[in-house]
Every structure is written in C-alpha cells, then in structure tokens.
C-alpha cells in the first residue's frame, strides 16, 4: 500500500523560497510519475508540476521559472523547490503518486 508524506510547508515572506518534500512508502520511484498539486481556500485543486517516469517535467503556467520539480530515488522522496514565493502561492500543497494522495501541507505567503 503506498503512503505519502509531505512536509516543508510553513509561513514565509514574498520573495521567500521553501522545499516540499513528499515521502514514499510503499512503492519505488522507478517507472512512475509524480506530480504536486495546490489549493487555496474556497478554490479548486490545480496542478502545480509534474515530472514523469522519464523525469520529464512541465508545470503550470503561474510557476513556470519559480518552482522546480525532482526526486531522489535513494531517498524514494519527490520535492517542490519554490522560489521567488508570491502571496497567490498560498494553500494546502499535495503530493500525487500513483493515484494516491499525502496529507498535504499549508504553505503560507505574506506580503
């Protein structure tokens, strides 16, 4: 059964930058895509990045050249490094793999 965890989320000034990571159990990396999700209250979730099995990586259009979408097989861990943060980048971050979701984690953008 594969879990996720996620971590990294936190408060932080525009301008800041933070790094999700995302845990997998359960599951190697290998042969599978992964991709990061967000939502903001009172609004839809929408995708963020996402890399595939080839590490092939796209990302939508709000945080293209900002965020960066990786993983490290050894540590069988997918992150989100978000730089230049804008107050718009704020909700609930999740991680997506398999068709299974984390349990998100609040990511909080001040002006």
């Known amino acids: 059964q594969v879990q996720l965890v996620e971590s990294g989320g936190g408060n932080v000034q525009a301008g800041g930058s933070l790094r999700l990571s995302c845990d997998v159990y359960g599951s190697a990396l290998s042969y599978h895509a992964a991709s990061w999700y967000r939502q903001a209250p009172d609004d839809q979730r929408e995708l963020v990045a996402i890399i595939t099995w080839m590490d092939n990586t796209e990302y939508a259009d709000s945080v293209k050249g900002r965020f960066t979408i990786s993983r490290d097989h050894a540590k069988n861990t997918i992150y989100l490094q978000m730089n230049s943060l804008k107050p718009e980048d704020t909700g609930v971050y999740y991680c997506?793999?398999?068709?299974?979701w984390g349990q998100g984690t609040q990511v909080t953008v001040s002006s």
């Open positions: 997506n793999f398999r068709n299974v």
